[in-house]
């Protein structure tokens, strides 16, 4: 059985870096969850790169935020919400959705899905959602949601986190 500083403490406590460092290994795609907000009609988001198809009968995605999110409960105040996957380009984008506070909107393109929520300039895909289930996991929430529309936006790759930073991915020939 492995042991040293870069495994498990007898007592089962993992270290935080070292949690990061070795999750950091798994490459994640990057969205961005949009809404219009129910009470001053305001686009509002957030980014993540948490987000997983679940099911597809019925049709489910499932995503995570962490529970000292200031703009999940403007997202979550709108009965539908759309997931935009970001372009490699859209790193500029992601940025602006993790901020905290201020608009992050600003100087952003985007039109109205189905739904009625911003589709953003350049996003891959939209996928119009009503949110099903919230379950408390650790310092965040799993938000199951189902997927009431979907369609392609642009064409490129994928805005990609991988060990602590944002990149692309190239196509095999």
């Known amino acids: 059985m492995p042991t040293g500083p870069n495994h498990p403490s007898a007592n089962g406590h993992l270290d935080s870096l070292r949690f990061r460092q070795v999750l950091g290994r798994f490459a994640t795609g990057v969205v961005a969850i949009t809404a219009l907000d129910p009470v001053d009609g305001r686009p509002c988001g957030l980014a993540a790169n948490s987000f997983t198809s679940v099911s597809l009968n019925p049709p ?3 995503f995570c935020v962490a529970h000292t999110s200031t703009s999940w409960p403007k997202v979550r105040g709108a009965k539908v919400i759309t997931v935009n996957v970001l372009a490699e380009h859209q790193q500029p984008v992601c940025a602006q959705m993790a901020a905290r506070g201020g608009d992050k909107f600003a100087g952003l393109e985007w039109t109205g899905s189905p739904g009625g929520n911003p589709v ?3 996003a891959l ?3 119009d959602c009503a949110v ?3 379950h408390p996991a650790g310092d965040h929430k799993i938000v199951v949601a189902r997927v009431l529309q979907l369609d392609t936006h ?3 790759g994928p805005l990609v986190f991988f060990r ?3 990149g692309g991915f190239v196509e095999p020939a």
């Open 60 to 62: 489910l995605v499932a």
């Open 120 to 122: 953003l300039e350049g």
């Open 125 to 127: 895909a939209w996928i």
């Open 132 to 134: 099903e289930a919230e």
């Open 154 to 156: 642009a064409e490129g």
């Open 164 to 166: 602590g930073g944002y």
